[in-house]
């Protein structure tokens, strides 16, 4: 199948799916998330991040999840979008159009956006064995509370994770409010994700 340049040309392809795929479309244009097309779907970005893509196959439609791994599923209908392949990405698949509930397919669109906010993304892996630069803040933070040896401890992922959750926040308030929220997953080693970790 040929890739569509733009996500008007994708939604406009006859397609068995094509009325339930314009569906979700009106839904994710109610979202704060922007359109784009990206390996020819249609690719929801946040702050120019992939949040969610809209997609259609032979056998069923759906939605992915950039993330999803940090996702709240209270449905639990998130899948691996391909098993032993993809760390981070969830699939939400549908067969028919019925299947479609508008109300809790915008809970979940608004619940990625609301991760990606909160810095819940997944590195890439050539990213994941390479600390990043410790923030001034939290350097100083792990010295007055005497966790520096804690903090090293995690892998350069999960050191990585901090690190991202603490300098992705625009404001000092929400500096200071995920500084508190980490001390004690440092002090006790528990890393910022482990709990999406199965």
């Known amino acids: 199948m040929e890739k569509s340049k733009t996500a008007e040309t994708y939604y406009n392809t006859p397609h068995q799916y094509q009325k339930a795929l314009l569906i979700l479309r009106k839904l994710a244009l109610q979202t704060e998330a922007i359109e784009t097309c990206k390996w020819g779907m249609p690719v929801y970005t946040y702050a120019k991040k992939n949040v969610f893509g809209i997609c259609r196959f032979k056998s069923h439609f759906g939605i992915w999840f950039y993330n999803g791994v940090f996702m709240d599923d209270p449905l639990n209908i998130l899948e691996n979008a391909q098993e032993g392949k993809t760390k981070a990405m969830r699939h939400w698949k549908f067969t028919r159009e019925d299947q479609l509930n508008s109300k809790q397919i915008l809970l979940y669109l608004n619940n990625a956006i609301a991760k990606q906010k909160e810095g819940k993304v997944h ?76």
Do not use: M, W
């Open 123 to 198: 590195l890439a892996s050539k990213e994941s064995t390479k600390p990043h630069q410790l923030p001034t803040v939290l350097v100083a933070c792990l010295e007055r509370n005497n966790l520096t040896s804690k903090f090293n401890a995690f892998s350069p992922y999960k050191q990585n994770e901090f690190i991202v959750y603490i300098t992705s926040a625009k404001q000092e308030k929400t500096k200071t409010t995920r500084l508190a929220k980490i001390i004690p997953l440092i002090a006790a080693g528990i890393g910022l994700n482990d709990k999406y970790r199965k």
